[in-house]
């Protein structure tokens, strides 16, 4: 009986996958299946479960826990529990930028001469 309560369906797509927790590891990965709360990631090294993620893909960014870990044909399958996700990456960067010029440019009321 499956239990999940959100359908996964397949993708095709390369992930960045970061642990946030104790000596940081950056690991290049696939994105095999996603669903509305959870993710599969194939990777070339495991991921203790309990350790929180980051996923960095295409214009969007998750932010999870791996839930498990499981060896297959020389890499390994992991399942991660999705907390949160931001899309529109490549925006916020480009707002963000803008901000900090703004921020770092002489304002016209702090130049003028009492």
Do not use: K, W
Request: proline share 8%.
């Amino acid at each position: 009986m499956d239990r999940r309560t959100h359908p996964r369906f397949p993708v095709n797509t390369p992930v960045q996958l970061t642990t946030l927790l104790g000596e940081r590891l950056t690991l290049d990965g696939h994105l095999e299946e996603l669903s509305g709360a959870g993710a599969r990631v194939s990777s070339g090294a495991p991921i203790a479960p309990g350790t929180p993620v980051r996923l960095d893909l295409p214009d969007t960014l998750l932010l999870g826990e791996c839930v498990h870990c499981q060896a297959v044909n020389g890499g390994y399958f992991l399942g991660i529990h999705l907390e949160h996700s931001l899309g529109n990456v490549s925006e916020l960067r480009r707002l963000m930028s803008a901000l900090m010029r703004e921020a770092q440019s002489p304002s016209p009321l702090n130049s003028r001469v009492a």
